[in-house]
């Protein structure tokens, strides 16, 4: 076994594919102070035009003429990466920053129509990472025996323009055709072949200039009122489908005679489809509860759900391999008067990362599984709101083999990945 070619797959699994964080998979658990603070509940319960948005089109019709909603989530993670080899363990904390998520919604219905509508601009996934260059660590030694410095950056926003309709008093249906924005880039890039000289070892080559694509997708959703006391609602969220990030870089094995000529290089990352249910409870004029159930398929999903593993014949990487995920979610909103309210919500996913494929998952650290959310609400005037949320996930751990390019599992290895979240955000509602 070449250990230096083991240990290059091994760094190459950092960045296996866009590093996104997020809080359900690669998604934000909620969109908005109020949706947030709410654990993402509230497909059956109108919260504001974010939420709705967001969740199910269908509540647009719940809205009492215009309403504009502008929030901001600033959020700090907590990514850890520890590795195993032998008896010796390493790890290398990367450099953080606090991340900011801003997100504006419309949405407009006149109570005496049927017909309501709404557009937005919701950013619902960012990452950063940015791991410096360590010898001390066999995962990010310098190039080829390592990954060296690793600097990734994403950005992801939903620009959805939706149409609901109210069918009869009891019934709505909604619709959104929903733009996608990504903005990626991976310094360096694993997910290509690396450049391989006869010695047997690999370069990979940078993809450090952001690059984005826009992507495309559509949501359908139905809210019904049993009774004045329940109503229910659904909403399906399709496939989004992005086109290709290509990157212009350059051949980075400096013993090959091509070294510093160009090369593209590229990845091809789509989006799952989602399915997310519930009920919404009005139990007096001052108490709502929202509780939805979630259903996330990434199996087939470019970039994220595909088969996993390494190719030995052509000694390259497959994919992360992500599996299809269950999300349940409780908010309660109460009204201590007319003019302050507040909430608290418990959201818990699967993560979609398998323990026997951990590795695969390094740029995708997705291994959050339970958040915890508060929040408030204050009427600023007649016409004008503010709300504020907060929420902590707790560290979560998964742990699994490490490959290697020729061999497979590496024996005597083994990698733990786990992360943290804490944000806040601060959302201003407008009606008229």
Same mark, same amino acid.
């Given at each position: 076994?070449?250990l230096?070619?083991?240990l290059?797959?091994?760094? &190459?699994?950092?960045?296996?594919?866009?590093?996104v964080?997020?809080g359900?998979g690669?998604?934000? *658990?909620?969109i908005g102070?109020?949706?947030?603070s709410?654990g993402?509940?509230?497909?059956?319960l109108?919260?504001d035009?974010?939420?709705a948005?967001?969740?199910?089109p269908a509540?647009?019709?719940?809205?009492?003429?215009? =309403?504009?909603? $502008?929030s901001?989530?600033f959020?700090?993670?907590?990514?850890?990466?520890e590795?195993r080899?032998?008896?010796a363990?390493y790890?290398?904390?990367?450099?953080t =920053?606090?991340g900011?998520?801003?997100?504006?919604?419309w949405?407009?219905h006149?109570?005496?129509?049927k017909l309501?509508?709404g557009?937005?601009?919701?950013?619902?996934?960012?990452?950063?990472?940015?791991?410096?260059?360590?010898?001390t660590?066999f995962?990010l030694?310098?190039q080829? %025996?390592?990954?060296?410095?690793v600097?990734?950056?994403?950005?992801m926003?939903k620009?959805?323009?939706?149409?609901?309709?109210?069918?009869? +008093?009891?019934?709505?249906?909604?619709?959104?055709l %929903?733009?996608y924005r990504?903005?990626?880039?991976?310094?360096?890039n694993?997910?290509?072949?690396?450049d391989?000289?006869?010695?047997g070892y690999?370069?990979?080559?940078?993809?450090?200039?952001?690059?984005?694509?826009?992507?495309?997708?559509g949501?359908?959703? $139905?809210?019904?009122?049993?009774?004045p006391?329940?109503? /229910?609602?659904a909403?399906?969220?399709? !496939?989004q #489908?992005? *086109?290709?990030?290509n990157? %212009?870089?350059t051949?980075?094995?400096?013993?090959?005679?091509?070294?510093?000529?160009?090369?593209i290089?590229d990845?091809?990352?789509?989006?799952?489809?989602?399915?997310?249910?519930?009920?919404?409870l009005?139990?007096?004029?001052?108490?709502?509860i929202?509780?939805?159930?979630?259903?996330i !398929?990434y199996r087939?999903?470019?970039g994220?759900?595909?088969a996993s593993?390494?190719?030995?014949?052509?000694h %390259?990487? /497959?994919g992360i391999g992500?599996?299809?995920?269950?999300?349940?979610?409780?908010?309660?909103n109460?009204?201590?008067n007319?003019?302050?309210s507040?909430?608290?919500g418990y959201?818990h996913?699967?993560? +979609? /990362?398998?323990?026997? #494929?951990?590795?695969n998952?390094m740029?995708?650290?997705?291994?959050?599984?339970?958040?915890? &959310?508060?929040?408030?609400?204050?009427?600023l005037?007649?016409?004008?709101s503010?709300?504020?949320? $907060?929420?902590v996930?707790?560290?979560?751990?998964k742990?699994?083999?490490?490959?290697?390019?020729?061999v497979?599992?590496?024996?005597?290895t083994?990698i733990?990945?786990s992360?943290?979240?804490?944000?806040g955000l601060?959302?201003l509602?407008f009606?008229?």
């Amino acid at each position: 076994m070449n250990l230096k070619r083991s240990l290059l797959l091994l760094s &190459c699994m950092l960045l296996a594919s866009a590093p996104v964080w997020g809080g359900n998979g690669h998604l934000l *658990h909620g969109i908005g102070a109020i949706n947030s603070s709410m654990g993402g509940a509230g497909v059956a319960l109108l919260e504001d035009s974010l939420a709705a948005l967001s969740i199910n089109p269908a509540l647009l019709t719940k809205a009492q003429g215009n =309403q504009v909603s $502008f929030s901001t989530e600033f959020f700090q993670d907590g990514l850890r990466v520890e590795a195993r080899l032998g008896n010796a363990w390493y790890r290398t904390d990367p450099t953080t =920053q606090v991340g900011v998520i801003p997100s504006f919604g419309w949405m407009a219905h006149d109570p005496s129509k049927k017909l309501a509508i709404g557009f937005g601009l919701l950013g619902i996934a960012g990452f950063r990472t940015d791991y410096p260059q360590d010898s001390t660590n066999f995962l990010l030694v310098p190039q080829p %025996n390592g990954f060296g410095h690793v600097y990734t950056d994403y950005v992801m926003t939903k620009i959805p323009i939706a149409f609901a309709f109210q069918v009869n +008093p009891k019934l709505s249906i909604g619709a959104s055709l %929903n733009l996608y924005r990504g903005s990626l880039d991976i310094t360096p890039n694993p997910i290509v072949l690396p450049d391989f000289s006869s010695d047997g070892y690999g370069w990979l080559p940078n993809a450090g200039n952001q690059v984005s694509r826009w992507g495309i997708g559509g949501q359908f959703g $139905f809210h019904y009122e049993a009774t004045p006391m329940i109503s /229910i609602g659904a909403s399906y969220t399709t !496939k989004q #489908k992005f *086109h290709r990030y290509n990157w %212009n870089s350059t051949v980075a094995n400096p013993s090959l005679v091509t070294y510093g000529q160009a090369r593209i290089v590229d990845f091809d990352l789509d989006g799952p489809m989602s399915f997310q249910f519930g009920v919404g409870l009005h139990p007096t004029k001052k108490l709502e509860i929202a509780a939805d159930g979630k259903f996330i !398929k990434y199996r087939g999903v470019k970039g994220l759900g595909e088969a996993s593993g390494v190719d030995l014949v052509h000694h %390259n990487l /497959i994919g992360i391999g992500w599996q299809n995920i269950w999300v349940g979610m409780v908010g309660v909103n109460y009204k201590i008067n007319e003019r302050m309210s507040l909430r608290a919500g418990y959201n818990h996913g699967q993560s +979609p /990362i398998e323990p026997s #494929k951990t590795i695969n998952s390094m740029g995708t650290p997705s291994t959050f599984q339970k958040h915890f &959310c508060l929040g408030a609400g204050m009427a600023l005037m007649p016409h004008v709101s503010a709300d504020l949320g $907060f929420y902590v996930v707790p560290r979560e751990t998964k742990a699994g083999p490490t490959y290697g390019l020729y061999v497979g599992v590496v024996p005597n290895t083994e990698i733990h990945l786990s992360n943290s979240l804490v944000s806040g955000l601060a959302s201003l509602n407008f009606s008229f």
